[in-house]
């Protein structure tokens, strides 16, 4: 058996594209049987005061309609922390030029 390999994706807030790529991918990798599985964090040290509730609503219901029920529906937005980088296999960051600054302030 192969060892489990590991995304991890990020965004800002950990609320809308993130998310939505963490439960799109293990899905999609369950469905295929690979062995990979997804985790999400926020880039920035706090989320908007504006994102309500674990995951936005419009993340949420997208999953919903293809017919996915997201696993983490509840979990609340995490900033993500440099241990969340070990063992990873592959970190995506949604938008280079919107989160390249925000890992790099902070984790020089």
């Known amino acids: 058996m192969m060892p489990m390999k590991r995304v991890l994706f990020l965004c800002t807030g950990n ?4 998310r939505y790529a963490e439960e799109l991918f293990n899905h999609l990798a369950k469905a295929k049987q690979l062995a990979w599985r997804a985790s999400s964090k926020g880039a920035a ?3 908007s005061p504006d994102n309500v509730g674990p995951m936005s609503a ?4 997208r999953l919903r309609a293809g017919g996915i029920v997201p ?11 440099l241990a969340d980088f070990d063992d990873i296999d592959l970190v995506i960051a949604l938008k280079e030029i919107e989160h390249r600054p925000l890992i790099e ?4």
């Open 58 to 61: 419009f993340a949420d219901d």
């Open 15 to 18: 609320y809308y594209r993130s």
């Open 45 to 47: 040290e706090r989320g």
């Open 71 to 81: 696993e983490g529906a509840t979990r609340f937005p995490q900033p993500c922390s």
């Open 105 to 108: 302030g902070r984790f020089p």
